[in-house]
């Protein structure tokens, strides 16, 4: 054999050697992904509406990914502590965070020990819920006009519970008070479960409860619901208004959820988490199962996702600082 020829293919199949064991390895492992489970933080309590949500697209992703997607719930800290894992976590892919409404609150109520901006890269929004304002059922509220006229004729006398200062319960009701110009008082708890549990027993006046979660109990008419906080009337309460309908036409709160991956996770892997959940949310039975909740489901892009970040920060940072909301 020609010695030329036989360097060549000495230098080609150390070339090729070099490439497997070391620089072309990022490469190769990327192509691979995923070849283990992931494990899917949820910041907030099993049961709730986010956690919901994400069990179902956790089951979608374990069956397009071929690897099983682990729901780990991780609550505290207003959603900060499951976060904060992920933003430390390994960019590998193998960590993702849903988080919810509160992910776009906490820069402008809270001290972090992470950048949310930074640290974490939007994948897609999942689902947006609107919020539901019930009262007890023997309310003397027939509805959402009443409601309002009582809380203008005693002013800090009507109360409206939340799960936690800055939750998307306390800031619907901060911006009623702005844009109805009336003065309720916020009473805090540390769920939705024990807020939701004080309106049916008549403790507290009302509550803006997140669909999801409090659906159910105006189906069962455990308490009435008077407006919900959607610029379209929900399809499974056709017959509850708005509240932009009935005179606040700028008035919209959605809760939203969304997927993330620590900041630095190569690109063909967020892309590829980003078009699994997408397909996973045009799924009709995926779907079906998101609307049952309440939610509306969305998708979209990684780009469209991170607009619509910016937008709500900036929406929400205003009316803190308008309404002197503090985290106390």
């Known amino acids: 054999m020609n010695p030329l020829n036989m360097s060549r293919r000495t230098v080609a199949f150390a070339a090729l050697a070099a490439c497997v064991a070391g620089a072309c ?7 691979a992904w995923p070849s283990k ?10 049961g709730g509406g ?26 505290g800290a207003s959603g900060m502590i499951g976060a904060q894992a992920v933003a430390k976590a390994d960019p590998d ?5 849903y988080d919810s409404s509160t992910f776009a609150v906490n820069p402008s109520l809270r001290k972090m020990s992470f950048d949310p901006a930074k640290d974490l890269m939007p994948i897609s929004l999942v689902v947006t819920v609107p919020n539901i304002l019930v009262v007890p059922a023997k309310s003397p509220d027939a509805n959402f006009k009443a409601f309002l006229e009582r809380a203008r004729s005693h002013p800090g006398q009507v109360a409206f519970a939340s799960y936690g200062a800055g939750s998307p319960a306390h800031l619907a009701g901060e911006l009623l008070n702005r844009e109805a110009r009336v003065s309720m008082l916020h009473v805090p708890y540390k769920g939705g479960a024990p807020a939701l549990a004080d309106v ?3 403790q507290v006046d009302a509550y803006f409860a997140n669909a999801g979660s409090g659906l159910g109990y105006v ?7 008077l407006a919900v906080t959607s610029r379209e009337r929900m399809a499974l309460l056709p017959q509850v208004p708005t509240v932009a309908e009935s005179g606040f036409p700028d008035f919209e709160v959605l809760e ?8 630095g996770t190569p690109k063909p892997i967020a892309d590829r988490l980003a078009a699994e959940v997408q397909a996973a949310v045009k799924d009709p039975e995926t779907r079906a199962r998101l609307v049952k909740l309440g939610a509306d489901p969305v998708g979209g892009t990684p780009a469209a996702f991170a607009t619509f970040l910016s937008g709500q920060t900036q929406r929400w940072a205003k009316l803190i600082q308008a309404n002197k909301i503090t985290a106390d």
């Open 25 to 31: 390895a990022p490469a190769l492992a990327q192509g």
């Open 200 to 202: 049916i027993g008549g």
């Open 219 to 225: 189906q069962s008419g455990q308490v009435k619901a």
């Open 50 to 75: 986010a956690d919901n949500a994400a069990r179902i697209l956790a089951q979608r992703l374990s069956a397009t990914l071929g690897t099983q997607v682990v729901v780990d719930n991780r609550p």
């Open 93 to 97: 892919g193998y960590t993702v965070l």
């Open 37 to 46: 489970p992931l494990r899917m933080v949820v910041p907030y309590s099993a």
């Open 256 to 263: 939203w959820n969304g997927v993330f991956l620590p900041a």
